[in-house]
């Protein structure tokens, strides 16, 4: 069965789930406390960090299981807005993209892909959800689909009832004010299953699989 | 970091990790309930599976990320003692067993090595556990080693201090008399630190992490 999959989606105590102000210093905007507890390093899997492989790092590491394609809002990738600047901007990752996959970046200016040797190519599409997934799922060879965010685009695809899996990490902190996650008060409860664990380091784990 | 692991073994209530009659019929002997929350589908990747993505099956997806080889016990690959029969078993697995890298078999009784199209080689090798952990490493193309069980070869190999990480997985269920997993009271609490959580099927997963 081919699923559309949401990994390693943090939010706030207050439901927060990204900064406000995207910069080029700041790729996650002011909200860098909600990755304090994050390690990158484990989400193609528990062995590619020395350090102990705890609970959090399991979970992480469901991240590439599977994955054929990513799609991802237009911040994810970069701070631009409007029309791309002839400024050789590649995305915040240099010359090896973590995810080694086709990537579909929705944006209103489409514009030619970027190739990297590790297998990530970053396509510019402009097109509502449920063609962007159509476009995702005929690229990624039978794998599942991840949503990369950020919680703008994910919404979009929840509202379409496009999601069948998410991961949302509950991190201990309290932003105030940014990027709300959730915006229909019903859209949980009444598609999704719920299971939910908490670690040691204080992290609740949330994973929601979607109502057949 | 090299590391020596173990993933998804099942422990009951009262501290029993298998069987104690191993027969063609019952390959894990009468402990067959320490396995009724197992789903081996997802031992390589929590996308292998249809059904709803769990905490239980992430940690099971544990088993395959970053191993190279794996090092089992005589039992775990057939039920004979003494000198092999020339009777073609060549394991629990039919055409596809599930390891798809050099397996090696602990035996008094050394034989050819059985191949299969996806990978799996069984050898069979007469060695303590510290040779046959540098033989396994050898094979393992840089990658981990899995120590497959059963319980008495994981016990000579904790006994030798050759295990960095252990995930153990306690079933709510008390076996009464079988093949005890733990024997010196004193090497969990002094080598290993200790994470654990409990999901909401009942098992509770603990992840053993070598102290440095």
């Not at 299981?65 to 799609?71: K, L």
């Not at 004010?177 to 992290?203: I, K, M, N, Q």
């Amino acid at each position: 069965m081919f699923r559309t999959r949401i990994h390693n989606l943090f939010v706030s105590l207050d439901g927060f789930a990204a900064g406000d102000h995207v910069t080029f210093d700041e790729p996650i905007g002011d909200a860098a406390a909600l990755f304090s507890r994050f390690d990158g390093r484990v989400i193609m899997g528990i062995d590619r960090a020395d350090a102990p492989i705890t609970v959090d790092r399991a979970l992480f590491s469901m991240w590439g299981q599977g994955i054929g394609a990513e799609i991802m809002g237009r911040k994810k990738f970069g701070p631009q807005t409007g029309p791309w600047p002839d400024d050789g901007w590649q995305g915040w990752w240099d010359d090896a993209p973590p995810f080694a996959t086709p990537c579909f970046i929705l944006t209103h200016h489409p514009r030619p892909p970027i190739e990297f040797a590790n297998g990530t190519v970053f396509h510019f599409i402009d097109a509502y959800p449920a063609t962007a997934l159509e476009t995702a799922r005929a690229a990624a060879g039978g794998r599942d689909v991840r949503l990369g965010g950020g919680p703008s685009t994910i919404r979009q695809f929840l509202d379409a009832d496009l999601v069948d899996f998410m991961h949302t990490i509950t991190v201990p902190v309290v932003l105030g004010t940014r990027v709300h996650l959730w915006d229909d008060p019903g859209v949980l409860d009444e598609r999704f299953a719920l299971e939910s664990v908490s670690t040691p380091s204080g992290l609740t784990h949330r994973l929601w699989n979607r109502l057949s």
